[in-house]
C-alpha cells in the first residue's frame, strides 16, 4: 500500500511528506481496514459551502477574508453581498458571524461587527490565542461559541439539505504523489474550492 510518511515535523515548505509503499495493516478481530479513494484536505471547503447553504436559506452573505485574488473573487463569485479583508467591519451590524480560520485575533473585529444578541462562531477545532478585548465587545448579549466534531446524523441532515438546495463545490484535486504540493498550496491560500487527495 503507498502512504505518505512523515518521519520528522517539518515546515510544509521543505516537502517533509515521504511517499512510501508500506505494508497492508491487519486488523485485529474487533477492527476493520478500509480503502481510501479521496481524502478532503481540510480548512479547504467550508467558507464556501457555508456560503452556498446560507444563500439557500435565504441569508444575505457578508465575507471578511485576506485573498483577494481567489478567497474574495469566489466570494462575490458565489453571492455574498458584500466582500472585505479579514478585519474590515461589514456595511451593516451581522446577526450571527462564523469564523473559519484558526486566528484569535479574529474574534475581536468579529464581536464588534456583530448587533446585539448576535452569535460568534468560533469554526475549527484549533484556534491561536484570543487577545484580550474590551467588555463591551459582549454586552448586550452577544455570544461566542466554539463548535465540537459533527455526529452521522449531523453529516445525513447536511448532506440532505445540500442535496436540496443543489451545492456544487469547486474541486482541486491532487494525487498522493502530490501530497506535498496541495500542503503548500493550502499554505499559500491557492486552492480555489475544496481540496482533495486523490488515492487510487
Not at 36 to 64: P, Q
Request: charged residues 20%; aromatic residues 4%.
Amino acid at each position: 500500500m503507498k502512504a505518505c510518511v512523515l518521519s520528522v515535523p517539518a515546515q510544509v515548505t521543505t516537502q517533509p511528506l515521504q511517499l512510501r509503499e508500506m505494508p497492508s495493516p491487519k486488523p485485529a478481530a474487533d477492527e476493520v481496514r478500509i480503502a481510501v479513494s479521496a481524502c478532503a484536505i481540510c480548512r479547504t471547503a467550508a467558507g464556501h459551502i457555508a456560503i452556498r447553504v446560507a444563500r439557500g436559506r435565504g441569508a444575505e452573505v457578508y465575507v471578511c477574508t485576506r485573498d483577494r485574488e481567489r478567497h474574495q473573487a469566489l466570494a462575490s463569485e458565489l453571492g455574498a453581498a458584500w466582500v472585505g479583508g479579514t478585519v474590515d467591519p461589514p456595511p451593516v451590524r451581522l446577526d450571527a458571524a462564523i469564523i473559519f480560520a484558526p486566528a484569535g485575533e479574529i474574534v475581536p473585529p468579529a464581536l464588534a461587527a456583530l448587533d446585539p444578541g448576535g452569535t460568534l462562531v468560533l469554526g475549527g477545532i484549533h484556534m491561536s490565542p484570543i487577545p484580550e478585548f474590551p467588555y463591551d465587545l459582549i454586552y448586550r448579549e452577544r455570544a461566542v461559541r466554539s463548535v465540537a466534531n459533527n455526529t452521522r446524523a449531523d453529516g445525513r441532515e447536511f448532506l440532505t439539505e445540500a442535496a436540496r438546495l443543489r451545492v456544487r463545490t469547486h474541486v482541486q484535486s491532487f494525487t498522493l504523489a502530490e501530497a506535498n504540493q496541495a500542503l503548500i498550496a493550502l499554505k499559500h491560500d491557492a486552492i480555489r474550492g475544496a481540496g482533495v487527495l486523490v488515492i487510487g
